[in-house]
């Protein structure tokens, strides 16, 4: 059979492949050019958030230095300084109940409340074989990051009961709540060496409180009742000291309290940072009890033994309850702790021996000197809180001032008043001491012939009122080496007034000495030389008889509640540091 040529050339598929090859050549190199250029650009943008995240982290190293630190990373890592497209200091809330988007606000550099930056970096990501497709050499690639960190501290300042003993404490208590709610002494001394964690106070507090919020920080804004801050205490505590505040927790039914009465101050909306450090913050049981005890009426039960004085009845009550703040300051730079100012009431009654020599004819039968001691409230503003590492880089620094007494006092942080006052709470205007009953005394006029002529139960007066110190504003620093080496309580002021001060109350300068109205028709004629004598001998006999026990007196009464005058004290409780986080 013939072969046609034509043909069998039209029916030959050799070769084929390499034609489809070819036509499809220009097709599969460019999708190999797609391909390097692709997985380059992703190279590069990967390098690019790499840098945009180490800037980010850079400049929240220093808050105060953020756009410097920030511009030296990028220079280090990425190039020109230009790369940096956005740069912005705020505010990150890491709080579940704040939609993502929304937890970030820009703030002004400087601002106190900045604990995030947000940067945005450019850069251009080289085109390769692409650009056969495309007139343009590059793309340009933008990448965000936003890292933040928070520091706080929690800190207490003088809080005047904090020293108060088992009685006075438990005396504190019924004048709350009645006399089932005290605490035997022995427990109240194991609940000052036990400490609790107040995370888990607080979050257990939140379930019995029903506080449903998708924020775990709102517990801080909670009002509950007290007897849940009981149960909720007695949950925490080992189960045999939990049954020794029964007492205590059947006695508050029907009382509220105020979650920020023990720690507060504290921006909430930060939600999970809140609870971190929270979690991370032990204290002393017995401060729960004592943030139920602020601010009421307590006796003070100071062991004294003076010579020449029969009893001595101390009590303390806090001035300014409008005043008050948290037990604990708990916040970031600018958080403040307030404490009111305080009046002690110290009535002394003396051996009536004690004043020897106030002139013939006197015979003393009662000496009963009412004192009372003000001192100032005073404020401790957290100014800074660092992050660094070094022992000699400041981790906490505060600003202590006393807040002012009456205005009649001037710029007096104390004052020591003789006399009778209302026993009403508010700062003491000094215009409305009373003269009180001083001394009582027997006047014999000695007749030579003549029976004496006795006046018993005439009644001698005095008022008397001295301010002490001047109010100036202390600092007070923590470094990281003191937290480290467990320094955590500094004094601030100054304690060398009371001496001074009781010889300036009883002076002639500021004492002043009646009779008592009602009485002027007992002393007539003859007596009226010895009245004068006695009035004239008083200010001397004082001065030199009763410096001495009334300075030892107000010294223990003070120390009983733990308070010197113009003095203080300031905790730092916690220092913290959030770790940088990078937020997406």
């Not at 006795?454 to 990281?480: C, E, K, M, W, Y």
């Amino acid at each position: 059979m013939p072969i046609d040529p034509l043909t069998d050339f039209a029916k030959a598929q050799d070769g084929a492949v390499a034609i489809i090859v070819s036509l499809m050549l220009t097709v599969l190199i460019g999708f190999v050019a797609l391909g390097v250029d692709v997985a380059s650009l992703y190279r590069d943008r990967a390098h690019l958030q790499a840098v945009v995240d180490l800037t980010a982290v850079s400049a929240m190293g220093n808050r105060d230095d953020a756009h410097v630190r920030a511009q030296h990373a990028v220079a280090r890592n990425a190039g020109a300084a230009d790369a940096i497209k956005t740069f912005e200091t705020g505010r990150y809330l890491r709080n579940p109940a704040i939609a993502p988007q929304d937890r970030f606000a820009p703030l002004p550099e400087g601002d106190a409340a900045v604990n995030a930056v947000r940067v945005v970096l450019k850069d251009a990501g080289a085109l390769h074989f692409a650009r056969i497709f495309s007139e343009a050499d590059h793309v340009m690639l933008n990448r965000t990051a936003l890292a933040t960190r928070t520091a706080a501290a929690s800190f207490a300042l003088d809080s005047h009961v904090l020293r108060l003993n088992a009685a006075a404490l438990n005396d504190t208590l019924k004048n709350e709540y009645g006399t089932s709610a005290e605490i035997n002494a022995g427990d109240i001394a194991v609940l000052a060496d036990t400490s609790i964690n107040l995370g888990s106070l607080l979050e257990t507090l939140g379930n019995l409180a029903g506080v449903d919020t998708r924020n775990p920080a709102d517990i801080l804004n909670a009002t509950t009742s007290t007897a849940d801050l009981i149960a909720a205490l007695q949950t925490v505590l080992p189960a045999g000291l939990a049954s020794g505040l029964n007492g205590l927790a059947g006695s508050v039914n029907g009382v509220r309290f105020s979650v920020a009465s023990l720690i507060g101050g504290i921006d909430t909306e930060l939600g999970l940072t809140v609870t971190d450090f929270l979690s991370g913050t032990d204290i002393a049981a017995i401060d729960v009890i004592y943030s139920l005890a602020d601010g009421a009426p307590a006796r003070l039960d100071a062991d004294i033994n003076v010579p020449g004085v029969l009893a001595v009845d101390s009590s303390m009550i806090g001035n300014e309850p409008a005043a008050q703040s948290e037990w604990y300051g708990f916040g970031e730079e600018g958080a403040q702790l307030r404490r009111t100012a305080m009046r002690l009431k110290t009535v002394v009654v003396a051996e009536p021996d004690l004043l020897p020599n106030l002139g013939a004819g006197v015979q003393v039968t009662k000496i009963r000197l009412p004192l009372y001691t003000e001192l100032a409230g005073a404020v401790a503003s957290l100014e800074k809180i660092g992050c660094g590492g070094g022992a000699s880089d400041v981790a906490a620094r505060f600003s202590t001032d006393a807040t002012p007494l009456h205005a009649d006092n001037g710029t007096s942080i104390a004052a020591l008043y003789l006399g009778e006052l209302s026993g009403a709470a508010g700062l003491v205007n000094p215009a409305d001491l009373a003269f009180a009953d001083l001394l009582e005394v027997t006047i014999v006029v000695d007749l030579p012939i003549l029976p004496d002529i006795v006046i018993p139960g005439v009644i001698i007066q005095a008022r008397s009122h001295v301010g002490l110190g001047s109010s100036n504003s202390d600092q007070v620093t923590f470094t990281r080496g003191d937290i480290r080496e467990g320094v955590t309580r500094k004094s601030f002021g100054s304690a060398n007034l009371l001496s001074a001060g009781v010889t300036s109350l009883l002076s002639t300068d500021t004492t002043e000495f009646r009779l008592k109205p009602g009485q002027e028709g007992l002393i007539t004629g003859l007596a009226e030389p010895i009245l004068s004598g006695l009035l004239n001998a008083l200010p001397g006999a004082l001065l030199a008889e009763m410096v001495g026990p009334l300075d030892a007196i107000l010294d223990a009464t003070l120390a009983a509640a733990g308070l010197e005058l113009g003095a203080g004290e300031l905790t730092l409780i916690g220092h913290y540091c959030e770790p940088i986080r990078l937020a997406r």
